[in-house]
């Protein structure tokens, strides 16, 4: 009996754009792994599985977020998961019904993920991000933020390794929503967690920010080089501690260089990469005041010209804390 050689997969490939462009023209395109359309101008719902409605006010006329791959994408629903996939990556996103309790809310929808994640043949997700209504509300450890940490460790059903915890984004819904939304980037391969040396890992916070240390990573750095480093939520700490609480532009700089010493960190496994976030990378900005808005993008405008960016009206999970970024860099 001969022997077939083995063919290797492709290596996984991940292209983010920011379109300006009707969801349903982007939707066309065959190797479109997701799209996302940010706040009221978008469109509410689509039939297509592809698209997710993110339900974030923004600043100005947000552009939608693309994801397109290196092959061509099948998709589908299935057990309320809307999911795709193509050329080695999975995008799956699911949206529960928030009804105040968000320990119970988070522990329902990771155990799902967890199913999810078990029966699929792509299961390490590289990238989460959460979306709850009053993420800060309630004091101490009744706050919503801290019952989520509770409730999504309890739907892993495990202690995560440090080598497994994924890039990930928690931020609130500034006006009630009644739902939680959680969605992922999963590959075929695992990738490299990556920690910033200016901060104490997360899942290592000491008991004053909580019962249960959040589950994720600085940042995750793919196995394959034709995919972006992937940022986490990324706000300005140092240590474990929160800084610059008076000044909005003070936590920008704070940010800004736990940027640069995230990327030094990722060209330290990846020389490759560009050591400034520059016309390929993809910034998200979430700001807890929405007069702030302008202050915000004109801040980035100035700082990081190069660099396309969305800004959004969404709440940071600690009160003192106005403002977050997440994205990519390649």
Request: aromatic content about 6%; overall charge neutral; proline content about 8%.
């Given at each position: 009996m001969?022997?077939?050689p083995t ?5 996984a490939?991940?292209?983010v754009d920011?379109?300006?462009a009707?969801?349903p023209?982007v939707l066309?395109?065959p ?7 940010f706040g ?7 039939d297509?599985p592809?698209?997710?409605?993110v339900?974030l006010p ?5 552009p ?13 629903r299935?057990d309320?998961i809307a ?9 799956g996103?699911?949206?529960?019904v928030d ?13 799902r993920?967890?199913?999810w994640?078990?029966?699929s ?5 590289l990238?989460?991000?959460n979306y ?6 309630g004091?101490?450890d009744?706050e ?7 409730g999504?460790?309890?739907g ?9 915890l ?5 931020i609130g819904h ?10 992922w ?7 490299t967690?990556l920690?910033n040396p ?6 290592r ?11 994720f990573?600085r940042?995750?750095l793919?196995?394959?080089t ?11 700490v ?10 909005l532009?003070a ?5 800004l260089a736990?940027?640069h010493?995230?990327i030094a ?7 490759t990469?560009p050591?400034q976030?520059?016309p390929?990378?993809r910034?998200k900005a979430?700001v807890?005041?929405?007069e702030?808005l302008?202050?915000v993008?004109a801040w980035?405008?100035?700082?990081l010209p ?7 009206h ?10 977050e970024?997440?994205g990519?860099?390649?």
């Open positions: 001969s022997v077939l063919v290797a997969s492709p290596a490939a991940l292209r920011y379109v300006d009707p969801a023209v066309a395109d190797r479109l792994l997701a799209v996302f359309g009221a101008t978008a469109p509410a719902h689509l297509d592809r698209y997710l409605h339900a923004v600043h100005g006329t947000a939608l977020e693309a994801w397109r791959v290196e092959a061509e994408v099948t998709c589908g299935e309320g999911w795709s996939t193509g050329g080695g990556l999975q995008f996103a699911l949206e529960v009804d105040g309790d968000s320990e119970a809310t988070a522990a329902a929808a990771y155990a993920l967890q199913r994640l078990a029966a043949d792509h299961p390490h997700p990238r989460i991000w709850l209504d009053a993420i800060t509300a004091e101490g009744a919503r933020y801290r019952r989520f940490c509770v999504r460790a309890r892993i059903g495990r202690a995560l390794a440090p080598g497994e994924p890039a990930a984004t928690a500034p006006q009630p929503t009644g739902r939680f939304q959680l969605y980037l999963a590959a075929r391969d695992a990738g967690p920690e200016r901060q104490v890992q997360a899942w916070y000491p008991r004053q920010y909580g019962p249960q240390p959040p589950g990573a940042a995750l793919p196995a394959s034709a995919m972006p480093l992937l940022v986490s939520g990324t706000a300005a140092v240590g474990h501690a929160s800084r610059h609480g008076d000044s532009e936590q920008l700089e704070e940010i736990n940027l010493s995230l960190t990722a060209r330290a496994h990846r020389p990469l050591p976030p520059g390929d990378a910034l979430y807890r005041d929405a702030a302008p202050r993008d980035l405008a100035a700082h190069d660099v396309p960016r969305i800004v959004l969404g709440h940071v999970c600690r009160r003192e804390l106005r403002v970024i997440d990519c860099h390649a």
